[in-house]
């Protein structure tokens, strides 16, 4: 295997688990181009590399598993994704649209908010930090989780539970994450990559073979692709342009910034 991370990702194995690091601790662990490229880049060569057998997502430090988009990346005018499309068809933070063979199991350090929650909805298996919170604030900005989140947790959670998250935009507990089954196991604070580590070794001693196309048929992935998902995901880019570019869309960060209540025109 290559060379794998850049300043924003770092890649290790161990035995036959790699562990994949979103290391922007500073930045809540925000996703911009270099995150997007390097966690991409290390499901291509993970699935590729016959001594792989699973794969683990975390963020450095303890305070945000991923905070989403780099805002202030954004604010620079600059792009969340890499200049090449087929990378950028891996989707947000390289991996909401990389559909891998091998199981990915995200490791929850810390609250997976947004985006954060996007990644873990993305990923096979969770395990979270016991003080962890899950939500998908997007509408309290003006805006929607449209990284998978808005189609994949009703399919991952009670409809109604699911629904309430998303149109509130109010968090749960990582207790109450367990109870709903978005996550596998809990576990305290410096000790998630290590529970993460003993799930992955329970899938490692499995025939490889056996496990990549038991997933691949349980999430009913083809060529790389969740065929499933298709229709969502074209629905997603027809709603992304009509929110992303409203008004509101606007108001919302920026009374976030003023600290105030936004004012919502509904246009």
Request: hydrophobic content about 45%.
């Given at each position: 295997m290559s060379q794998l991370g850049n300043e924003a990702v770092t890649v290790e194995c161990r035995g036959h688990v790699m562990i994949v690091t979103i290391n922007r601790p500073e930045a809540r662990n925000?996703?911009?181009?270099?995150?997007?490229?390097?966690?991409?880049?290390?499901?291509a060569a993970a699935d590729a590399d016959p001594q792989v057998r699973a794969v683990i997502v975390t963020g450095a430090g303890d305070k945000s598993f991923c905070a989403g988009a780099d805002l202030v990346a954004l604010s620079r005018g600059e792009s969340l994704a890499p200049d090449d499309p087929a990378k950028q068809a891996w989707g947000f933070a390289?991996?909401?649209?990389?559909?891998?063979?091998?199981?990915?199991?995200?490791?929850?350090?810390?609250?997976?908010?947004?985006?954060?929650?996007e990644i873990t909805l993305a990923c096979d298996l969770a395990v979270a930090v016991d003080t962890a919170q899950f939500g998908l604030p997007e509408p309290k900005r003006g805006l929607f989780a449209a990284a998978g989140g808005v189609f994949r947790l009703p399919e991952q959670l009670p409809k109604k539970i699911a629904m309430e998250m998303i149109l509130t935009g109010d968090p749960i507990s990582a207790e109450r994450a367990l109870q709903l089954g978005l996550v596998n196991a809990l576990a305290p604070a410096g000790g998630v990559?290590?529970?993460?580590?003993?799930?992955a070794e329970r899938i490692a001693v499995n025939a490889p073979l056996s496990v990549q196309a038991s997933k691949r048929?349980?999430?009913?992935?083809?060529?790389?692709?969740?065929?499933?998902?298709?229709?969502?995901?074209?629905?997603?880019?027809?709603?992304?342009?009509?929110?992303?570019?409203?008004?509101?869309?606007?108001?919302?960060?920026?009374?976030?910034?003023?600290?105030?209540?936004?004012?919502w025109q509904a246009q």
């Open positions: 925000a996703v911009n181009r270099h995150v997007h490229e390097g966690v991409g880049d290390a499901l390289g991996i909401v649209s990389h559909a891998i063979s091998k199981p990915v199991i995200a490791a929850v350090n810390g609250h997976a908010l947004g985006g954060g929650l990559v290590d529970a993460a580590l003993a799930l048929m349980a999430q009913g992935i083809s060529d790389g692709k969740v065929a499933r998902e298709e229709n969502a995901w074209a629905q997603n880019r027809v709603e992304t342009r009509v929110v992303f570019t409203s008004k509101d869309s606007r108001e919302g960060p920026k009374a976030f910034a003023e600290k105030r209540a936004p004012v």
